[in-house]
């Protein structure tokens, strides 16, 4: 049946390799020249920093960088960038690299334009005027976060990733250029890779699938299906590179409007509490996921593996539905993602957690999403299977 729908994106979106070029352009239409650049060392090292200061200078700007990240954002880096901020008297904000110099460009742009502390943020709504203008220049693909209303801020006093979700989060600009993804190491891009099929997965089966984002989310899976071993193989496949940052985009897209679903809640417990990447505490659930999940939604499953390749002739919708796991597992398999076991080996330490994980993903709001109705109880189960 046929719902009204909501579908909401950054105004401007420059896509495909070289565009990074032109956010001189869209700057200059701010009307604002003192840009806090949020980024890391990484990306300073790569020369990425210097080019995007150097663009920025070109559109007559005064930048200030701030490139204290050491890892996935918590409250202090937020609080650190908005000193930084305000002592260089910024009026807008440029990131530059994965999910977490963005997530926390994000963040800074909500306490400065809000007050008070990124933790009265958590959830959905609660962020009520708009950020400065952001330009997020995305180098994995990926989070998909320069196309999102979320960012991801971990709250040390409590180890819970925070879910802040608000359309005035959202980027002025997305900047989604495969020519700086070029650098990623292969393990990182199996990582950021899979995190864009679970934001694809999750969003075409997800309780709050629409239309729009059915279609974007299966071009998504079979772009990562055709090309993520290629990028991870060959780090320098020009064209592998552009097709994942397609596919992160349109993943991104995706799951901005229609959520993701048991998998992200399930993995930022993970990330929070052990310090595992966002991308492989997904890609650690994700087969066990597809699995437990494939018999609510068997003809979506169905349609996953045939778009990724899989021979489904003359098989029944369940019989197919299967097979997407198998595709899921293989593609999981092949750029070696390890099991929880072997990244926490410690199973009574693991044990021991699995009851606040359960209660906080449940809390996150994103299994609700997911089709086939999970409890705490279940979620602790899943935890101790995908181990
Ligand atoms: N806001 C959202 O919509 C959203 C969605 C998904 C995930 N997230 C969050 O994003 C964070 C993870 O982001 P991520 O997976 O992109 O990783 P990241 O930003 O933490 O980067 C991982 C590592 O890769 C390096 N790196 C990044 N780009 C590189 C490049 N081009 N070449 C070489 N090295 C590079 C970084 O320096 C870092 O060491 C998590 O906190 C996660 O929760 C946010
Ligand atoms: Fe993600």
């Avoid at 980024?39 to 210097?50: I, Q």
């Avoid at 979506?300 to 899989?310: L, P």
């Amino acid at each position: 049946m046929m719902k009204a729908v909501e579908f909401r994106m950054p105004q401007v979106l420059l896509q495909g390799p070289g565009c990074m070029a032109r956010i001189g352009e869209e700057v200059k239409s701010f009307g604002k020249t003192r840009p806090l650049l949020v980024t890391d060392k990484v990306m300073e090292r790569a020369g990425y920093v210097g080019s995007v200061v150097k663009i920025l200078e070109g559109a007559g700007c005064e930048v200030s960088v701030f490139s204290e990240l050491k890892g996935e954002p918590c409250d202090k880096d937020v609080e650190t960038g908005l000193k930084a901020y305000e002592k260089n008297r910024c009026d807008f904000l440029v990131a530059l690299g994965g999910g977490s110099p963005i997530d926390t460009a994000k963040a800074i742009g909500i306490m400065e334009a809000n007050g008070g502390k990124i933790s009265d943020y958590m959830g959905s709504g609660k962020v009520q005027n708009p950020i400065p203008p952001l330009v997020a220049i995305a180098t994995t693909a990926g989070t998909g976060s320069e196309m999102t209303k979320v960012a991801i801020i971990n709250d040390t006093a409590n180890d819970v990733k925070m879910l802040i979700s608000s359309p005035r989060v959202l980027p002025s600009v997305a900047v989604a250029d495969p020519e700086l993804t070029v650098s990623l190491p292969p393990a990182i891009t199996a990582a950021t890779g899979l995190d864009a099929f679970c934001h694809a997965v999750e969003a075409y089966v997800s309780k709050k699938e629409q239309p729009i984002t059915d279609a974007l989310a299966l071009k998504a899976i079979q772009l990562i299906s055709e090309n993520l071993r290629k990028a991870w193989c060959d780090g320098g496949n020009m064209e592998a590179r552009a097709n994942m940052m397609l596919a992160s985009t349109l993943g991104g897209i995706a799951f901005n409007n229609s959520s993701v679903t048991l998998i992200h809640g399930m993995s930022r417990p993970i990330g929070a509490i052990f310090h595992i990447a966002h991308g492989i505490s997904n890609a650690v659930l994700l087969p066990m996921w597809a699995e437990f999940t494939r018999i609510s939604k068997p003809e979506k499953f169905a349609e996953i593996a045939r778009i990724m390749g899989e021979d489904v002739r003359g098989l029944s919708v369940q019989q197919s539905a299967k097979k997407a796991v198998d595709a899921i597992t293989s593609l999981c398999h092949d750029v070696e993602i390890p099991p929880i076991r072997e990244l926490i080996p410690d199973k009574a330490e693991f044990e021991k957690h699995l009851a606040k994980m359960a209660s906080d993903a449940v809390i996150s709001g994103s299994p609700g999403n997911n089709p086939r109705f999970v409890t705490e109880d279940r979620i602790v189960e899943l935890y101790k299977k995908a181990y």
